[in-house]
């Protein structure tokens, strides 16, 4: 080819591809959504004008479709000057554009065969939406996502690099939202799910290991900045072992939503299998402490287990709330009245209360029936160790290990004896092992002194005794 | 009906007032003259030489890298003036100006995109231009000046892409920059990590890395300090280098040699022209397309408190980094770059070999062909190296391999030469060693004066080597993998550190021939240093903690 030809060729080829270029530009996604919209109101007024008899309102009602067909397409965003955001989600969702369409409803809200992005804010009607004008707090400070992207999968936030999507309606992690600011969340209405989720945090003892804004102890890490903790941070490269319903998640669904989830509803065992064995370090590393709340078949299998399904995307909804973002105002924060303590007649009930409070059933088991699993604790039932067992048969006797189940202990202590070793608790290296060269138990029992009161010691030491097992003989 | 004369009309606007006064030059008859005259007449044009040789016209002589490199510098230039009317440079603003090039302007990824990948494309073209450069011997006298003009070109190119790279502001960018910049900590007496820095009074505020940040981690300052870099310091003195470089190619004249001795130059206009215009618009069309299909990365927002594992600096510097490996920053991030740099200035001046100029010459300069492609050579290893077999912790997982599979941390190492409890043996026994090793690879190969056997010599060191490596293996003290490194480096650094600088330049005259060899044992150091640490688990060969040398 002469070198004429390839002048003129590759300069219709670099005009073509820069035209290629601008309609790639041109054919934006969100384009779509918003000329449908408007055709499909532009289209209901025109249905309301030809059912109209007065003249007047009839020509109001063409008028009103003409503008709508000759609405001009833009990005649309609302400027959540409070937060410094820029959430452009009305682009798309021009029904809940408070200027175009000031009701925020559609005459096909209800109507199952039209997509969701062209319909109204659902609960449009309800305080809760009323006390939250979207002009003042957009979208994003609620449903989180990505405020600035045009496009779907970019602005619901389910990609990488993108480490706050969209929180999901149907599971109820949403109600997270309303942690964030609201200190009284559990008596809101429409919150009802992260104050189950509260609820149930407290029931299995998770604040016996994991404190939140100082209330609970320093077993394992805080989490009242859990929502916030970047992602690189949390799960390095143990993502990939996390399992939702027994599947591997994609990599853009790899959020903290699911890291939570994955830790209720399976063993954590399998999600931080760290190294217990030493392969990979100096020193042996236990896998996760944290106790298998996973055995639990179904939602209705309430029987089995302890958490189900619902209880734990209720924990994870909770949790969600718990961020520290420095971005939030104060004037948006909405404090909680102190708890208020219950009272008790019977110091028994009080101190079952005292053990459920302070989050004892996390290691001790819900009303201290059943020890957790203590890996690599010397306990009850496991075969004695033996150097030439394989690193299989180790792991199976090391996960045998137990925090103590109460009732079998309580008949050796006495009263003053039981408030001393609560008291003073047992340093995590007074640990006796199975495997001596193996990893130290992750879980210890803590110092409580400074946390329970001498009150509630008493109580809960009262408690502990009634339920200590006793033999034949009556002790 | 009148009919339309192209003809008439052209020649009617081209003697027009209008077009005569923009283009100097009278009525265009494609003479020689006339050809000469749009080359001489036009400013732009005029840096071109009006004749050349035929052999300059050849892509397969030049590879049209130079020209190429020059396109895409104007392709960064216009892209990135348009960026500029987006970006600000603030840590408030820089990430969210980014998201919106990407989200809501006309043609923002797109001119990002193009930005990003012919940034990418312009660091390959200028050290393909350069390799092509040297390969034919174009560095060689009257050259000299303009090849290390070009080696500066080189190198402020590979700053403008690294300045670049800040700007986005996430997590690429700024550990990216960290990676790059605690490399300048630790330089020998101006960074505050390096060697000699404490006695210059050094401090983490007070640094060369200080200087180059505004303070003393990736901030606001480093943004608007490598801004300011990226859009004007640079490009001005780029585009000054620039103009001097081809400037120096007219008056050197074009490397070129002639195909025979009487042979006839060709005119430059169009026969050159036209190969430029064709090279920068394929060049055009080409980062076009790629960034009309491929978008340039953006991770999340940049946060000093998280360091991605692993953290890796821009592509063309992780050779270097993974030399970090096996060097101390202060060598691997300062004192190689250094050397590579003063080094390749050099080259036209100990290089005393006539021939070669304009032409590819394997055969007539076996030496330096050699010794420059093995250069080029390790550079792309070490950064595939570093780029692909690199996963968390910096451990070495094949391309193939999942990030996901944890490794054990690498056996712990030992220094050879240190004070007490560090190193295995005495200072003050290392430093005469390691001199007396290095005086005799430095003077060796020039002090045997005659020609060696070449094969014999290589046998007889393989051989050795197998035999220590048997040994090793036999006592327990290293398995085959580390038999196989040994005889790998080891032949690599005596064929090339030896065999070959014995065979062709011990008869260089004293002061070129130390220079040469300089270079040439310092690349062997290279290559032994990573023997020495994946053989033995060598930290240091000699350690002198108390003022920070440790090689």
């Known amino acids: 080819m002469g070198y004429r030809k390839a002048f003129y060729l590759a300069n219709f080829l670099m005009l073509g591809v820069f035209i290629w270029a601008l309609a790639a530009d041109n054919k934006a996604e969100w384009k779509d959504y918003q000329s449908n919209y408007f055709k499909m109101t532009a289209d209901s007024f025109d249905k309301l004008a030809a059912a109209e008899k007065d003249p007047a309102k009839k020509s109001d009602d063409e008028a009103q479709a003409k503008k709508f067909r000759h609405m001009p397409l833009e990005i649309r965003q609302i400027i959540v000057s409070d937060l410094d955001r820029y959430d452009r989600c009305t682009t798309c969702h021009v029904a809940m554009d408070e200027y175009t369409n000031p009701t925020m409803t559609t005459p096909w809200d209800k109507d199952p065969k039209v997509s969701a992005v062209y319909k109204g804010h659902p609960k449009i009607d309800e305080a809760l939406v009323k006390a939250h004008p979207f002009t003042k707090f957009g979208c994003t400070a609620c449903h989180e996502g990505q405020g600035l992207a045009t496009t779907t999968a970019g602005a619901h936030g389910h990609v990488l690099h993108w480490e706050h999507p969209m929180l999901s309606v149907k599971a109820g992690h949403i109600q997270g939202s309303c942690v964030k600011c609201h200190g009284n969340f559990e008596t809101l209405k429409g919150a009802e799910i992260a104050a189950k989720g509260r609820a149930q945090f407290k029931q299995h003892g998770c604040y016996g290991c994991h404190a939140i804004n100082g209330w609970g102890q320093t077993v394992s890490v805080g989490l009242e900045a859990i929502a916030d903790k970047p992602f690189e941070r949390i799960a390095g490269y143990n993502y990939d072992r996390v399992r939702i319903d027994g599947k591997r998640l994609p990599e853009n669904e790899w959020n903290i939503q699911n890291w939570i989830l994955a830790h209720l509803t399976n063993d954590p065992q399998q999600v931080t299998p760290n190294d217990p064995f030493a392969h990979l370090n100096a020193e042996p590393i236990p896998p996760s402490g944290m106790a298998d709340f996973s055995s639990f078949v179904d939602d209705k299998d309430t029987g089995h287990g302890e958490l189900s399904r619902a209880d734990a995307d209720a924990i994870v909804a909770y949790l969600s709330g718990m961020t520290q973002e420095e971005l939030i105002p104060y004037r948006w924060h909405v404090p909680a009245p102190p708890e208020r303590e219950p009272h008790f007649a019977d110091a028994k009930a009080h101190g079952h209360y005292v053990f459920q409070k302070y989050g004892c059933a996390g290691c001790h088991g819900l009303d201290a029936k059943q020890g957790r699993r203590r890996f690599n604790a010397l306990g009850p039932g496991q075969k004695p160790y033996d150097e030439k067992m394989t690193d299989a048969e180790k792991f199976a006797e090391m996960e045998k290990g137990a925090e103590p189940t109460l009732p079998d202990l309580m008949g050796t202590y006495t009263h003053d004896e039981l408030i001393k070793k609560i008291g003073n608790g047992v340093a995590a290296a007074e640990a006796k092992k199975w495997d001596p060269k193996g990893p130290l138990p992750m879980v210890f029992m803590p110092v409580w002194k400074d946390k329970i009161s001498k009150n509630e010691m008493d109580d809960l030491a009262t408690w502990l005794l009634s339920t200590a097992k006793k033999d034949d003989t009556g002790f | 009906m009148p009919t339309l004369d192209i003809e008439k009309l052209k020649k009617e606007v081209i003697d027009s007032q209008i077009w005569r006064s923009v283009f100097r030059g009278g009525v265009w008859k494609d003479t020689p003259r006339d050809r000469a005259a749009h080359i001489i007449g036009n400013v732009w044009l005029h840096l071109h030489p009006v004749k050349a040789r035929p052999r300059a016209m050849k892509w397969a002589y030049s590879w049209g890298m130079g020209g190429i490199s020059f396109a895409l510098y104007l392709l960064l230039t216009i892209s990135g003036v348009a960026l500029m009317f987006y970006y600000r440079p603030t840590v408030g603003l820089a990430y969210r100006d980014i998201k919106d090039l990407e989200f809501a302007i006309t043609l923002g990824k797109f001119l990002r995109n193009s930005h990003r990948w012919a940034a990418q494309a312009m660091v390959v073209a200028v050290i393909a231009h350069m390799v092509r450069v040297f390969l034919t011997g174009a560095y060689k006298k009257p050259r000299e000046f303009n090849w290390g003009v070009g080696v500066l070109l080189l190198t402020l190119t590979l700053f403008l892409s690294f300045t670049g790279y800040l700007l986005p502001w996430d997590q690429l960018a700024i550990w990216a920059v960290t990676v790059g910049t605690n490399m300048a900590g630790a330089t020998p007496f101006l960074g505050n990590e390096g060697p000699f820095g404490g006695l210059m009074g050094m401090h983490i505020n007070n640094d060369v890395r200080f200087t180059l940040l505004g303070g003393t981690m990736v901030g606001e300052n480093t943004l608007i300090r490598f801004y300011v870099m990226h859009c004007v310091a640079v490009p001005l003195v780029v585009g000054i280098l620039l103009i001097l470089h081809f400037w120096r190619i007219r008056k050197d004249s074009f490397s070129a040699a002639p195909y025979k001795a009487d042979e006839e130059k060709v005119d430059v206009w169009p026969h050159l022209v036209k190969r430029e215009y064709i090279g920068a618009a394929g060049t055009t069309l080409f980062i076009m397309i790629w960034s009309i299909l491929q978008n340039a990365p953006l991770e999340s927002i940049a946060n000093p408190n998280v360091t991605p594992n692993p953290s890796k600096a821009p592509w063309y510097f992780v050779g270097l980094q993974e030399l970090l490996v096996y060097f101390d920053p202060w060598i691997a991030g300062v004192l190689l770059p250094g050397l590579i740099i003063v080094g390749l200035i050099a080259i036209p001046y100990i290089d005393t070999n006539p021939k070669g100029v304009g032409y590819y010459a394997w055969k007539e300069r076996k030496f330096a062909n050699t010794m420059f492609m093995l ?86 060191f393989c051989a050795a080597v197998i035999a220590v490596a048997l040994v090793g293996m036999g006592l327990h003290k290293f398995g085959p993998v580390s038999g196989a490194f040994m005889l790998f480096f080891g032949a690599l650094a005596f064929y090339f550190g030896f065999v070959m600088p014995q065979r062709h330049i011990r008869g260089l005259d004293w002061p070129r021939y130390l220079v040469t060899m300089g270079l040439v044992v310092c690349t062997m150091a290279i290559l032994l240093k990573m023997c020495a640490r994946l053989t033995f688990n060598i930290k240091y060969v000699l350690t002198i903690p108390t003022i920070s040398l440790n090689i």
């Open chain 2, 375 to 460: 250069g080029i050579v390790m550079w792309f290893v070490l950064i595939y190296i570093g780029a692909e077999c690199r996963g968390p912790n910096y451990a070495f997982y094949p391309p193939w391999e999942s990030w996901y599979i944890l490794k054990a941390a690498p056996p712990p190492t030992w220094s050879v030469f240190g004070p007490a409890h560090v190193g295995a043996l005495p200072i003050a026994l290392g430093i005469p060693v390691i001199g007396g090793l290095f005086a005799a690879s430095m003077l060796l190969p020039k002090l045997i004066q005659k020609e060696l056997n070449g094969k014999a010599l290589m046998g007889g």
